[in-house]
């Protein structure tokens, strides 16, 4: 059974969002932030110097990677008083950052990306620990695999800064994936589950856990889709390694 658009399964109350957060692996926030504040943070991408690195300049992608360490003055614009009572509401107080990337899909981007978990975390070295592992280097950027339990207790926001629907490439979701551990997508039995797809307002942000299988379709209607994505934890790693990007 395929479920279109996001309303019935996103409320703008934060309670509610937490409860649909737990049970459902997402759920979308409209109206976080408003439209200068949108029109703020993209002035403010636009004026920053993009040959580091960490940056991803293509035809159909522009990516910032360590996005908050590179782009510091953004951090008081996406952490406005909305997004902290958010956070407060529906996340562990203890919570911190320890992952933000800019995406932007122009109008003619054709990307299109497959049901997957988001099983990596990055950090700051390579180091043999038991249960981390496989490893990966992409941009520079350490990734790994970390044992479950430290996955089941991060969260991802989206801060969507364009209205994201199924045309432009919208988030698809399988609905209460993220408790069933690691779930290939090649066993998805589509006779048992179902797919949402995740609409969101300008300005509005979507919440889920790195567990629930989520793709996404290529933009069909040649409107952008730029999103920042952050992803928090409330653990700590072994000592040995540390998270790349964290910030309080």
Not at 17 to 27: A, Q, T, W
Not at 199 to 216: A, D
């Amino acid at each position: 059974m395929k479920v279109e658009g996001s309303n019935s399964l996103a409320q703008s109350n934060f309670v509610s969002s937490k409860l649909e957060l737990d049970e459902l692996g997402f759920s979308v926030v409209n109206e976080v932030y408003t439209s200068e504040e949108v029109a703020q943070m993209l002035k403010v991408i636009a004026a920053v110097n993009s040959d580091k690195a960490t940056f991803r300049k293509s035809e159909d992608l522009f990516a910032i990677r360590q996005f908050l360490k590179e782009v510091p003055e953004i951090k008081s614009l996406v952490f406005n008083h909305k997004l902290k009572e958010l956070l407060s509401e529906v996340f562990n107080k203890n919570a911190f950052v320890v992952k933000s990337i800019y995406f932007d899909k122009p109008e003619k981007s054709n990307w299109y990306v497959a049901y997957h978990q988001d099983l990596t975390i990055s950090v700051d070295k390579r180091v043999e620990l038991e249960g981390f592992g496989p490893w990966t280097v992409k941009q520079e950027q350490f990734a790994v695999q970390p044992p479950l339990d430290i996955l089941e207790r991060n969260f991802t926001i989206r801060i969507h800064l364009d209205h994201t629907n199924k045309e432009n490439g919208a988030l698809k979701v399988v609905p209460r994936s993220h408790l069933k551990g690691i779930y290939r997508p090649e066993t998805i039995d589509w006779s048992v589950e179902q797919e949402a797809v995740c609409e969101v307002e300008s300005g509005g942000v979507m919440l889920m856990k790195p567990l629930i299988l989520h793709s996404s379709s290529r933009t069909t209607n040649g409107q952008k889709r730029r999103v920042i994505h952050i992803e928090f934890s409330d653990v700590e790693l072994p000592t040995a390694i540390q998270w790349s990007e964290k910030l309080n």
